[in-house]
């Protein structure tokens, strides 16, 4: 039987573990909440700052997850609703116009979802599976249905799984960690 | 023991024509549909490869008028508005719903990176169509699908990642079998970005080759229809035509970087050697590579590294960017297909534009069409966020 | 070119996001790559918009940029030459 552990709910400029709250800030902006709580946990990882907020909110969640842990065999499975259409539409600002058309490599990067996995991935080092899916809810069964397939299939131990939704100021993490 | 399931229908289409024959027919007289176009206003003309919008309309008319006569189900209202890239989506599935039926275990399952992007220029909010999940909803809508359509968007590797979705789903017990669609469309979203990395090439693509100077972008829609083997389908099973197993999938992620490749091709070689293994296969065994082969620095030299560190660098190989330039979300997909449509032929096509080797390590680059007899094909992929995926097909 | 200089590495700051970096830590003739700021190749090409943008300046060759963005220096001087804003 698949257990689920470790579960860490963001929303409202508030990160949650296990139902204890672990930070909270009284920021109005996505983008000023997660400086806030980067700082405040002491995360120490530059590259934080060039992420999307879409990024920025996958790596918060998984952060508090897997810690300073061995994930080498933990698979990371993701899903929204909204793709990467937070950062596509800044993106898609740089471009509307001819005489102001400076398109950003650092932006058109992160107009594809997965970066978001990509960033977890590179951060713990998780040479492992990974996907990421776009549903029009939340649809815990099928994220659990699949994850238990990469499980029991062998192809990892442990699956990161869960919901990363942001568009502009309107954002819900649900993440946790998946163990046959 | 696992269900076995089979990829036994598909279906393209692509500047090189609106279904698997005329694409096929093409590709044997090396006629590639990358030519020169000018896209965005103030920038210069490059090459792409790209669907010739008046023969897509024609064709799109013409399926609707069909559509009435036939027993796809279809919205109430006659008067829906297709985007483009819809107009392409409903063109590859239509063929594959006309000949199986799709019941309450039927999945859906969509593939692309950007979708209806274009609906995003000089919009104060999002439009409804930019969201995935609304675009693989109507789709779903117009064909009766019963279950909800699972969207997988994992940058250049969704193609792929699709077909693994459908057989790992389809094993799970989940749904007896899935229509699997694949597109991506160009865009001046995508064009000005993949500009912003300096990664289009200005000439046709020459992936491994000495002289690659990049990508060409291209568009697509491919359609495949998965299924399991039990004793049930047996019926559906003695209409086909043909089968080709999918023996193993892994989707590996480098761990890298965001937009560069592992220089070490970790991430491939674990796709590919994970893939193999579920698959039971050696690489002795494998008889054709279909390749990712983008014609950038990078991504061919990554690739050129993991298939020798998987001993696969005698294998016959292509990439096929340089006949359908890179489809993005469509590429994993198509290219499965014709690497199928070789092995059903017996023949492999030639990996177009390659003159003289270019990467650092051996590879078996194809560079005319050969016969060959193929059972085992590896198809593989690489995208940006350090996503590599690899499957294992076997011809039945 | 003074004033320049630090122009450059306040927009440096800003443009490639390095929060924790301030002005007075980037020396003129720092390496900006492979220094201590942990810039990559997606900086690199921001820096090559950064010209065009701010400057007025198109690289035609962008592997050039390799030369030009050695330092704040080279990178300063290089526009001083080139700027057309």
Not at chain 2, 16 to 34: E, Y
Not at chain 2, 223 to 231: P, V
Request: charged share 25%.
């Amino acid at each position: 039987m698949m257990k689920k552990t470790d579960i860490c709910t963001i929303e409202n400029s508030k990160i949650t573990v296990n139902e204890q709250v672990i930070f909270e800030s009284q920021a109005e902006f996505f983008s000023e909440f997660a400086k806030e709580a980067y700082k405040s946990l002491a995360l120490n990882y530059p590259k934080f700052h060039k992420m999307d907020n879409l990024s920025k909110l996958a790596f918060l969640a998984s952060e508090m997850i897997l810690k300073d842990e061995d994930h080498s065999k933990t698979a990371i499975v993701l899903a929204n609703r909204s793709s990467s259409l937070d950062t596509d539409f800044k993106y898609q600002e740089s471009i509307n116009s001819q005489d102001n058309f400076f398109p950003s490599p650092a932006v058109f990067v992160y107009t594809l979802p997965n970066i978001c996995v990509g960033e977890i991935s590179i951060r713990h080092k998780m040479q492992t599976e990974n996907a990421f899916f776009v549903l029009d809810e939340f649809d815990e069964k099928f994220l659990n249905d699949y994850s238990e397939q990469i499980l029991q299939s062998g192809k990892a131990e442990k699956v990161l799984c869960g919901w990363v939704e942001l568009y502009q100021e309107s954002y819900k993490a649900f993440v946790y960690l998946l163990t046959n | 023991m696992r269900k076995e399931v089979y990829i036994t229908d598909y279906n393209c289409v692509t500047p090189l024509g609106f279904d698997v024959a005329s694409n096929w027919n093409d590709l044997l007289q090396g006629k590639s549909g990358v030519t020169k176009h000018k896209v965005i206003e103030n920038q210069d003309a490059f090459y792409a490869s790209i669907i010739d919008s008046g023969k897509l309309e024609e064709e799109f008319n013409r399926f609707f008028d069909s559509a009435q006569k036939s027993k796809i189900r279809r919205l109430a209202n006659d008067n829906t508005n297709f985007t483009r890239l819809e107009k392409m989506f409903l063109l590859s599935l239509k063929p594959l719903v006309e000949r199986h039926n799709i019941t309450d275990e039927t999945a859906f399952i969509l593939s692309t990176t950007k979708g209806n992007i274009s609906l995003l220029k000089n919009q104060a909010t999002l439009p409804e169509g930019v969201y995935l999940s609304s675009l693989a909803q109507k789709i779903a809508d117009f064909f009766g699908f019963k279950t909800k359509p699972i969207v997988v968007s994992n940058a250049c590797v969704s193609g792929i990642m699709a077909i693994a979705v459908a057989k790992n789903m389809i094993q799970a017990g989940r749904y007896k079998d899935a229509f699997v669609v694949a597109g991506d469309e160009i865009s001046e979203f995508v064009i000005s970005g993949f500009n912003s990395f300096q990664a289009i090439g200005s000439e046709p693509c020459k992936p491994y080759d000495k002289n690659r100077s990049g990508i060409n972008i291209g568009e697509a829609t491919a359609a495949g229809f998965i299924t399991s083997h039990c004793e049930e389908r047996s019926e559906a099973i003695s209409n086909e035509k043909f089968s080709f197993k999918i023996l193993g999938d892994s989707a590996i992620n480098d761990a890298n970087h965001i937009s560069g490749p592992s220089r070490t091709g970790d991430g491939l070689y674990a796709s590919i050697k994970n893939a193999m293994t579920e698959a039971n296969v050696s690489a002795e065994q494998i008889n054709f590579i279909s390749a990712h082969g983008t014609a950038t620095i990078y991504n061919d030299e990554m690739e050129a590294i993991a298939f020798n560190r998987m001993e696969l660098q005698n294998v016959p190989l292509n990439s096929m960017k340089g006949f359908y330039g890179h489809c993005l979300g469509a590429s994993g997909l198509l290219e499965s297909i014709i690497s199928m449509e070789s092995a059903l032929h017996n023949n492999l096509i030639s990996s177009k534009n390659f003159e003289e080797m270019g990467v650092s390590q051996p590879l078996n680059i194809l560079k005319e069409n050969q016969p060959a007899i193929i059972k085992y094909i590896l198809k593989t992929a690489s995208g940006f966020g350090g996503c590599n995926a690899a499957i294992v097909l076997e011809k039945c | 070119m003074e004033n320049l200089q630090t122009e450059l590495k306040h927009k440096i700051i800003e443009v490639l996001n390095l929060e924790d970096v301030s002005v007075e830590e980037i020396k003129d003739t720092d390496p900006l790559f492979g220094g201590g700021l942990g810039l990559d190749s997606i900086d690199a090409l921001e820096l090559i918009v950064l010209l065009d943008k701010d400057y007025g300046i198109k690289l035609a060759d962008p592997k050039k940029g390799k030369e030009i963005f050695q330092s704040i220096d080279t990178m300063a001087k290089f526009i001083e030459e080139n700027r057309t804003k």
